[in-house]
Protein backbone atom coordinates (compact mmCIF):
# COMPACT_ATOMS: atom_id res chain seq x y z
CA UNK A 1 0.00 0.00 0.00
CA UNK A 2 1.69 3.27 -1.05
CA UNK A 3 0.99 6.51 0.49
CA UNK A 4 -1.65 7.57 -1.36
CA UNK A 5 -3.67 3.97 0.15
CA UNK A 6 -1.92 5.63 3.27
CA UNK A 7 -3.67 8.06 2.80
CA UNK A 8 -7.43 7.18 1.92
CA UNK A 9 -7.20 4.63 4.46
CA UNK A 10 -7.00 7.23 7.45
CA UNK A 11 -9.63 9.42 6.02
CA UNK A 12 -11.84 6.25 5.63
CA UNK A 13 -10.90 5.99 9.46
CA UNK A 14 -11.57 9.29 10.72
CA UNK A 15 -14.74 9.47 8.81
CA UNK A 16 -15.80 6.21 10.73
CA UNK A 17 -14.85 7.69 13.60
CA UNK A 18 -16.86 11.18 13.50
CA UNK A 19 -19.86 9.23 12.28
CA UNK A 20 -20.07 6.28 15.05
CA UNK A 21 -18.94 8.57 17.74
CA UNK A 22 -21.11 7.53 21.04
CA UNK A 23 -21.13 10.22 23.13
CA UNK A 24 -22.44 10.40 26.32
CA UNK A 25 -25.58 11.86 26.94
CA UNK A 26 -26.78 12.74 31.01
CA UNK A 27 -29.07 10.83 32.80
CA UNK A 28 -32.09 12.22 34.71
CA UNK A 29 -34.57 11.49 35.99
CA UNK A 30 -37.88 12.94 33.97
CA UNK A 31 -40.95 12.69 35.44
CA UNK A 32 -43.62 14.23 33.51
CA UNK A 33 -45.60 15.55 36.24
CA UNK A 34 -44.97 16.55 39.72
CA UNK A 35 -44.25 13.49 41.87
CA UNK A 36 -42.64 12.79 45.28
CA UNK A 37 -41.12 9.45 43.52
CA UNK A 38 -39.80 10.06 40.33
CA UNK A 39 -37.37 6.71 39.33
CA UNK A 40 -38.29 7.66 35.04
CA UNK A 41 -34.51 7.44 34.38
CA UNK A 42 -34.15 9.16 30.52
CA UNK A 43 -30.98 9.87 28.57
CA UNK A 44 -31.70 13.51 28.02
CA UNK A 45 -31.48 14.76 24.39
CA UNK A 46 -28.69 17.27 22.75
CA UNK A 47 -28.60 20.41 24.34
CA UNK A 48 -29.94 19.68 27.60
CA UNK A 49 -26.61 19.31 29.85
CA UNK A 50 -27.87 19.84 33.83
CA UNK A 51 -30.50 18.02 35.35
CA UNK A 52 -33.44 19.62 37.46
CA UNK A 53 -34.95 19.06 40.45
CA UNK A 54 -37.02 21.49 41.82
CA UNK A 55 -39.23 21.81 44.46
CA UNK A 56 -42.72 24.03 44.69
CA UNK A 57 -44.66 23.28 48.12
CA UNK A 58 -45.19 19.67 47.91
CA UNK A 59 -44.85 19.16 44.31
CA UNK A 60 -41.44 18.14 43.09
CA UNK A 61 -40.50 18.56 39.31
CA UNK A 62 -37.46 16.39 38.12
CA UNK A 63 -36.37 17.24 34.61
CA UNK A 64 -33.22 17.19 32.04
CA UNK A 65 -32.67 20.88 31.31
CA UNK A 66 -30.69 23.31 29.68
CA UNK A 67 -27.56 24.92 32.30
CA UNK A 68 -28.29 28.47 30.24
CA UNK A 69 -31.38 28.48 31.36
CA UNK A 70 -31.02 27.31 35.35
CA UNK A 71 -32.22 30.44 36.97
CA UNK A 72 -35.66 31.21 38.91
CA UNK A 73 -37.08 32.99 36.20
CA UNK A 74 -36.99 30.36 33.48
CA UNK A 75 -37.72 27.62 35.84
CA UNK A 76 -40.42 29.36 37.15
CA UNK A 77 -42.22 30.70 33.93
CA UNK A 78 -41.46 26.64 32.56
CA UNK A 79 -43.27 25.05 35.30
CA UNK A 80 -45.72 28.29 36.09
CA UNK A 81 -44.72 28.19 39.64
CA UNK A 82 -44.28 31.36 42.01
CA UNK A 83 -42.35 30.43 44.52
CA UNK A 84 -39.69 27.34 44.60
CA UNK A 85 -36.23 25.79 45.22
CA UNK A 86 -34.29 23.78 42.85
CA UNK A 87 -30.91 22.88 41.85
CA UNK A 88 -29.15 22.19 38.71
CA UNK A 89 -26.80 19.44 38.77
CA UNK A 90 -24.44 17.62 36.13
CA UNK A 91 -24.00 13.93 37.04
CA UNK A 92 -25.91 11.24 36.14
CA UNK A 93 -29.23 10.86 38.02
CA UNK A 94 -27.63 13.47 40.03
CA UNK A 95 -31.79 15.03 40.60
CA UNK A 96 -33.48 12.65 43.37
CA UNK A 97 -36.14 13.85 45.53
CA UNK A 98 -33.62 12.57 48.77
CA UNK A 99 -32.47 16.35 48.52
CA UNK A 100 -36.04 17.33 48.97
CA UNK A 101 -37.57 15.51 51.36
CA UNK A 102 -39.12 16.70 54.90
CA UNK A 103 -36.63 15.78 57.25
CA UNK A 104 -33.35 15.31 55.10
CA UNK A 105 -34.10 18.66 52.91
CA UNK A 106 -32.52 21.17 55.59
CA UNK A 107 -29.39 18.37 56.07
CA UNK A 108 -29.07 18.41 52.37
CA UNK A 109 -28.35 22.47 52.19
CA UNK A 110 -25.01 21.79 53.80
CA UNK A 111 -24.48 18.68 51.05
CA UNK A 112 -21.48 19.49 48.32
CA UNK A 113 -23.70 17.48 46.16
CA UNK A 114 -26.19 20.65 46.13
CA UNK A 115 -24.06 23.35 45.88
CA UNK A 116 -25.44 26.12 43.91
CA UNK A 117 -29.13 25.38 45.15
CA UNK A 118 -30.84 28.36 45.20
CA UNK A 119 -34.38 29.62 46.36
CA UNK A 120 -36.90 32.69 45.55
CA UNK A 121 -39.86 34.31 46.82
CA UNK A 122 -42.15 36.19 44.49
CA UNK A 123 -40.47 40.29 45.35
CA UNK A 124 -37.30 38.67 46.58
CA UNK A 125 -33.48 38.51 45.38
CA UNK A 126 -32.29 34.77 44.17
CA UNK A 127 -30.65 33.47 47.22
CA UNK A 128 -27.88 30.69 47.45
CA UNK A 129 -28.02 28.71 50.14
CA UNK A 130 -24.69 26.42 49.65
Known amino acids: MGIQGGSVLFGLLLILAVFCHS ?13 ADCKTAVNCSSGFDVCLITKAGLRVYNRCWKSENC ?9 KENELTYNCC ?3 LCNFNEHFGNDT ?5 KD ?6 KTRQPGKKSASLS
Open 112 to 117: EKLQGL
Open 71 to 79: DFNNISTHL
Open 23 to 35: GHSLQCYDCPNPT
Open 105 to 109: FLKAL
Open 90 to 92: KKD
